[in-house]
């Protein structure tokens, strides 16, 4: 069973939004201490883009990405969105959403390594 599952992708213009949606399967979102967005563009690494922390709660974000994404939860229902506003052809990726059960500090919450459970992805492409 896959632990998290995203949508909300697609193809959009530059310039406007989207909202991705990250749902926990299987476990209440609160199990994990902080849920987080990476994406990955063709041929690039794995890049982080944003995460939430249980508590708090707290919340991190990417430069490139700081003042047009927001990040927040519903424990209510069990999911993480990611709203994605003026689109860039530069955010066009797989979009992945990723938890951890244990604490972090600083980079330690941004690094992909630290991250133990994924969802499948959802495709985002940004037209100029």
């Known amino acids: 069973q896959v632990p998290l599952v995203e949508s909300g992708g697609g193809l959009v213009q530059a310039g406007t939004s989207l909202r991705l949606s990250c749902a926990s399967s299987g476990r209440t979102l609160n199990y994990y201490y902080i849920v987080g967005w990476f994406r990955q563009a063709p041929g690039k690494e794995r890049e982080f883009v944003s995460a939430?922390?249980?508590?708090?709660?707290?919340?991190h974000y990417a430069d490139s990405v700081k003042g047009r994404f927001t990040i927040s939860r519903d424990n209510v229902k069990n999911t993480v969105y990611l709203q994605m506003n003026s689109l860039k052809p530069e955010d066009t990726a797989a979009y992945y959403c990723?938890?951890?059960?244990?604490?972090?500090?600083?980079?330690?919450?941004?690094?992909?390594?630290?991250?133990?459970?994924w969802g499948q992805g959802t495709q985002v492409t940004v037209s100029s």
């Open positions: 990723a938890a951890r059960s244990d604490s972090c500090s600083g980079d330690g919450c941004r690094s992909r390594e630290h991250y133990s459970y």
């Open positions: 939430i922390t249980r508590s708090g709660p707290f919340t």
